[in-house]
């Protein structure tokens, strides 16, 4: 009898926490806010070109979108991923280069336009399972490590557009955005006629049966396999109908924890946060929502031989500051070469962002937007308990030695990041003045943190606006 009466106490107990579980809302946005920072990687069979066609380089767009803007046929360009062999890959080599970046999660390419799987698939005999002498499943490599490292996991998969798996949708390009291409008439008339398509071979099924037969399919392997998936990042939905774009959205009605971008089916599938690509957007463009700028640390998505635009640590800084400032992310994107390298110039770049991060990292992660926007700089909010704490990420130290900030603020405490130097306040109707000291060093940002008397309300967002940003490679 007393054992029967402990069971039921333990079990009132427990249904007692479940209930209290269930009335506390659990926003799966919170990680990724927090987070701030994250790794793109754009890898397929596309990096063999290395962005070259017939001897001539690739006049537009990203390398990865080689297959479309050259017209390679659909056979020569399956020959072609028939020898990928990446055996310099690490997935392990590739999560650590993120987290010692300073990065938090990963969203890696499981399919491109191109169609080629990078994982094992049971919906196109087109992957690098079965379809290279690699013989590996890389999506599944990348997930292991991921976990290994403690990063979340997201994929991005081409859920429309592909090029290689008969009925799957091709943007338009004109032929003279690839090379020069002594059919290139005949070839524009050919694409204008079938939505895009340049190959017999593209038009077997309809889009449709594509939807159905390749791209449903799929999805459901990843969501199968990868129960811990965080992120699912569609791209350029091409040809999709609201019928269609409903039925892979309820694929994921019992995968609640999984986040997922804007590129579904717009306006009218926005999904959980805005994708405004190769800029940082003005603030009032993203006002009330969550977003997040994807950025190449090159000029290419995929892997670029020629490759001569690498930005630097500093422009990465600058940028990852700004979208904190504004409440974004960045996702930053790298694309390995066909032996699976990171190329050294970008890991040279991520080094150095990661060490900055590892001094400045309070700066960045758990922030969100401040509302104010100095023309010498940024400002980025984080809340404590109580308070708020206002960072001031100064580029132009002024001459005069103070820095006005234009909104009347109650400050309890301000002071040079580094060195603990505290700082004068004064305060006015017309603004907040700090006091600074004059600085010596070649610094590029030197940082203010003001602590403010009580915390600044709330700034509520939503993760169903219908705005949204174009698509680059769609234009």
């Given amino acids: 009898m007393k054992k029967i009466i402990v069971y039921l106490l333990a079990m009132m107990m427990t249904l007692s926490v479940g209930a209290k579980q269930k009335q506390i809302p659990v926003n799966k946005m919170d990680w990724w806010q927090e987070a701030k920072f994250g790794l793109f990687v754009h890898w ?32 020569e360009y399956r020959a072609k991923a028939s020898t990928f062999n990446p055996v310099g890959f690490s997935a392990d080599s590739l999560v650590l280069m993120a987290k010692r970046a300073g990065m938090k999660y990963v969203v890696f390419t499981s399919k491109h336009h191109d169609g080629f799987a990078m994982f094992k698939s049971n919906a196109s ?32 998969y081409s859920h429309a557009q592909d090029w290689n798996n008969p009925g799957g949708s091709t943007a338009r390009k004109v032929m003279n955005e690839g090379w020069d291409n002594p059919d290139s008439t005949r070839v524009n008339q050919f694409t204008e006629a079938n939505h895009g398509a340049w190959d017999y071979i593209q038009l077997e099924r309809s889009f449709e049966d594509y939807i159905h037969q390749v791209s449903i399919p799929q999805i459901k392997e990843l969501l199968n396999r990868y129960k811990d998936m965080a992120v699912l990042w569609f791209d350029t939905p091409t040809r999709m109908t609201d019928a269609l774009a409903k039925e892979i959205q309820d694929l994921l009605i019992d995968y609640p924890q999984i986040i997922t971008n804007d590129r579904l089916k717009r306006p009218n599938f926005p999904g959980d946060y805005k994708t405004p690509e190769g800029k940082v957007p003005n603030p009032d463009d993203v006002k009330g929502v ?38 974004g992310n960045l996702l930053l994107n790298v694309g390995p070469d066909g032996n699976g390298q990171v190329p050294q110039e970008a890991q040279q770049c991520l080094k150095t962002v990661g060490e ?9 992660y758990g922030t969100q937007r401040s509302l104010l926007y100095p023309s010498w700089g940024e400002c980025i909010r984080k809340d404590n308990k109580n ?89």
């Fill in 356 to 364: 900055w991060l590892k001094e400045n990292g309070e700066v960045v």
């Fill in 387 to 475: 308070t708020t704490l206002l960072y001031l990420c100064v580029y132009d130290w002024p001459s005069d030695q103070k820095l006005v900030l234009e909104k009347s603020l109650s400050v309890k405490q301000a002071k040079m990041l580094h060195g603990n130097t505290k700082l004068k306040v004064t305060t006015s109707a017309k603004g907040t003045i700090v006091n600074v000291p004059k600085v010596h060093d070649n610094q590029f940002v030197h940082i203010v943190e003001l602590t403010l008397k009580k915390k600044l309300p709330a700034v509520k967002l939503q993760t169903n606006s219908d705005r949204f940003f174009s698509i680059v490679d769609e234009e």
């Fill in 290 to 327: 969550y977003w997040e700028t994807c950025m190449n640390i090159g000029s290419s998505w995929g892997y670029k031989s020629w490759e001569n635009r690498w930005k630097s640590s500093e422009d990465i800084i600058r940028t990852l500051l700004m979208c904190a400032a504004r409440g």
């Fill in 44 to 75: 397929g069979p596309y990096c063999l070109y290395g962005g070259v066609y017939n001897g001539y380089q690739q006049r537009r767009g990203g390398a990865e979108w080689i297959m479309n803007r050259c017209k390679i046929p659909v056979m």
């Fill in 125 to 156: 005999h087109f992957n690098i399972v079965d379809y290279t002498p690699y013989k590996k499943d890389i999506v599944d490599m990348v997930a292991q490590a991921c976990r290994k490292y403690g990063m979340k996991i997201g994929f991005y």
